[in-house]
């Protein structure tokens, strides 16, 4: 007889078996990167094999890529030893805006500039990371972190122009076709009660909220016209109160505290919505505050009649534009102007089957110059002297090197700056110390064919109890040079998300709870619960996970979303606009500090794409007031 896990394939040869716990066992000499140093410039050599997005396993905080920096934020000091190499400009950090800073520098300041970025990953573009799986000699990509443009034609201008200037045009290609494509075979949005929480594993295809099919759901009739309320929202739950005593109360409670006191809804429905925020916030409905679940359109607030605070969808109007490997295909648009040899083609239309060629990412004679699994420990004015060069140790390897800089770009994150950098203020670093990262985890599935999902009506479908609480056939849209899956007897790419979290603790410390529960949990840990979950949910339409699993890919994000706490009511300061009017630590952590100027998404407290363009261009600009 068949173990448990034999059933559910645990021990099936997919990619994922060149890795162990998230270590690399399979990486050897041929793609770790070889230099051969002498007194002049660091000449790099990447074997020509070196591909890491076709790695599967970890990925996103892969093994090797955090150790360097937990021991530098820890204390541990490294003795470099002097390259020879000195930059124009060092960016550290090569995620969209350390990626973006670089390219609005050659644009604006010096188009000669010698730039090298540095980054601790060994693929660049930060949380816009591309997974590719190949099967049968197809190439199927997937977003393993930043997934989309949120509306982009309401980008901030100096974002807007970027992405223009790389070669997108946003109303050239969308989803829509697939998506109706996926309508049209009947797969469409449903929800999956687990047998651990609801007492059954049962799936309703038809809705994310209440839908029809509800009415068989493992729900006692009082949760199911709750739901059903609540889904219909028609209600005003604060009726007779004036406008400021409204405001009050969904400034003072949570999501899940105001559904409870003020809509009256029982234990069942307030595990149902606990997980809806998760993908957008990456926080439950206990922490949640309720004016934002309001501000967000989530059900509860019929009638509320508030003054808009600023933040609503008139400031984001439009569609969303997504590429099929998400906005790393902005950070490979962006590699792809900074160095040119690394890609053929001019285009949006060409890059997502573009194989880049990651060996002359870091040539010498490249005026830019990207470096990875280098990780920055130590950065310091020559002499103390706010004026004078800056030294930039990075470890890469067993070995510290040093190079030297005009100017610095600091596109990491805020926390780790005031541990490397002597050079920063004292109230700057107190300031520093306040940003907070969500953690999230990304995992995409490649399955031989999605039968099972369009016989039973899914193409995405909320798990409100169960741990993985989406899972959805990855946003696709067919550009020039590549197909979306057109047929259920096709592979295509799930996406499956998250959020290690503790609820019932302040968000911010929920957010280091999960961060370091993810980072002890094993990739096969992670693995066991895809399969599980997976069979379960779709074994009703013939899925079995032994058979048709191709490749699994976890991308964990332990520093994922942007966030800050704000010291006086030691709450997350959730959403940046509405701060205008109150202290904004994070203006007061990206202050330029000498030669040192600060970018990425903690400088605005916001995990968007535009955010960390829109800093980079603030730091840039910040580098021409200094010079
Ligand atoms: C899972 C996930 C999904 C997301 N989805 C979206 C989305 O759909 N749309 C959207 O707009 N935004 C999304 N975001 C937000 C995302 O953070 C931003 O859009 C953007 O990609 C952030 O870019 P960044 O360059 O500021 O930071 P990052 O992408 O984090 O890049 C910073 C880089 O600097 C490196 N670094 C840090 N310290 C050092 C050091 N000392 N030495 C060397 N390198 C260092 C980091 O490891 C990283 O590679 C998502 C984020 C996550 C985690």
């Known amino acids: 007889m068949k173990s448990r896990d034999e059933r559910l394939g645990m021990d099936r040869q997919i990619s994922r078996r060149d890795f162990l716990n998230g270590v690399g066992v399979a990486i050897g000499a041929s793609l770790v990167p070889a230099c051969a140093r002498d007194a002049g410039p660091t000449e790099e050599t ?12 970890m990925r996103g905080a892969h093994a090797g890529s955090f150790e360097t920096a937990h021991a530098a934020v820890q204390g541990k000091h490294w003795k470099g030893g002097k390259t020879g190499e000195h930059y124009d400009l060092v960016v550290v950090g090569a995620g969209i805006s350390g990626l973006a800073a670089a390219y609005i520098y050659r644009r604006d300041v010096n188009p000669n500039a010698r730039i090298l970025l540095l980054d601790n990953h060994d693929d660049f573009g930060g949380h816009a990371k591309r997974n590719e799986f190949d099967m049968d000699g197809q190439l199927y990509v997937a977003y393993g972190g930043t997934m989309l443009m949120d509306a982009p034609k309401g ?17 050239r290609y969308s989803e829509a076709p697939h998506r109706e494509f996926l309508r049209s075979v009947g797969a469409g949005p449903a929800t999956f009660f687990d ?105 509860g607030f019929a009638g509320m009649d508030l003054d808009d605070t600023g933040t609503g969808d008139e400031e984001h109007p439009g569609r969303n534009f997504y590429f099929p490997d998400g906005n790393a295909s902005i950070a490979r648009l962006l590699v792809r102007k900074l160095v040119p040899s690394v890609a053929p083609g001019n285009s949006m239309a060409d890059i997502v089957s573009a194989r880049f060629d990651y060996s002359s990412l870091d040539e010498a004679q490249n005026q830019t110059r990207i470096r990875l699994n280098s990780t920055v420990v130590d950065l310091r004015h020559r002499d103390g002297q706010l004026d004078r060069d800056v030294d930039v140790t990075y470890v890469k390897g067993d070995e510290a090197r040093i190079v030297t800089a005009g100017k610095v770009v600091w596109a990491g994150y805020h926390a780790m700056l005031p541990h490397i950098c002597p050079d920063v203020p004292k109230q700057q670093a107190l300031a520093q110390s306040s940003s907070v990262r969500a953690p999230l985890v990304y995992i995409n599935v490649l399955i031989r064919n999605w039968q099972s999902m369009a016989k039973l009506g899914v193409q995405r479908a909320y798990c409100p109890g169960s741990h993985f ?136 407290s916001n995990a968007m794409t535009e955010s960390a363009i829109e800093e980079a261009h603030r730091a840039v600009q910040e580098i021409l007031w200094i010079s």
Not at 164 to 169: C, L, S, T, V
Not at 575 to 600: F, L, S
């Open 469 to 604: 609480h989406t899972v959805m056939i990855s946003h696709q849209a067919s550009l020039d040079d590549y197909e979306p899956s057109l047929s259920p007897d096709d592979p295509v790419v799930l996406h499956m998300q998250y959020i290690p979290l503790e609820p019932g603790l302040p968000a911010a410390e929920q957010f280091r709870a999960g961060r370091r529960a993810l980072l002890e949990t094993s990739f096969e840990t992670i693995e066991r619960r895809v399969r599980e979950q997976l069979g379960r949910m779709l074994g009703p339409g013939g899925f079995d996970p032994d058979r048709d699993i191709a490749g699994i890919t976890v991308n964990r994000w332990p520093h994922g979303y942007a966030y800050s706490v704000d010291a006086d009511s030691g709450d997350v300061a959730w959403w940046p606009e509405v701060w205008q009017h109150k202290r904004r630590p994070w203006v007061d952590a990206r202050q330029t500090i000498g030669n040192i100027v600060i970018a990425g998404t903690d400088a605005s």
């Open 195 to 299: 047998k651990e929480t609801f007492g059954e594993d049962f799936l309703v295809a038809g809705g994310l909220w209440y839908s029809d099919g509800m009415s068989e759901a493992p729900l006692s009739p009082q949760a199911r016209e709750e739901l059903e309320r609540l889904t219909a929202d028609e209600e005003d739950y604060l009726a007779g109160m004036t406008a400021a005593e409204r405001h009050a109360i969904v400034e003072s409670h949570s999501w899940r505290d105001y559904l409870e006191k003020y809509a009256g809804m029982g234990d069942e429905v307030l595990t149902f919505v606990q997980k809806w925020p998760h993908g957008v916030w990456a926080i439950g409905a206990d922490a949640l505050p309720a004016w934002m679940a309001w501000q967000e359109g989530y059900p």
């Open 46 to 57: 990447i074997a020509p094999n070196y591909y890491p997005p076709s790695e599967t396993g």
């Open 155 to 171: 980008y901030p201008a100096v974002a807007y122009d970027v992405i223009r200037e790389i070669g997108i045009d946003v109303d």
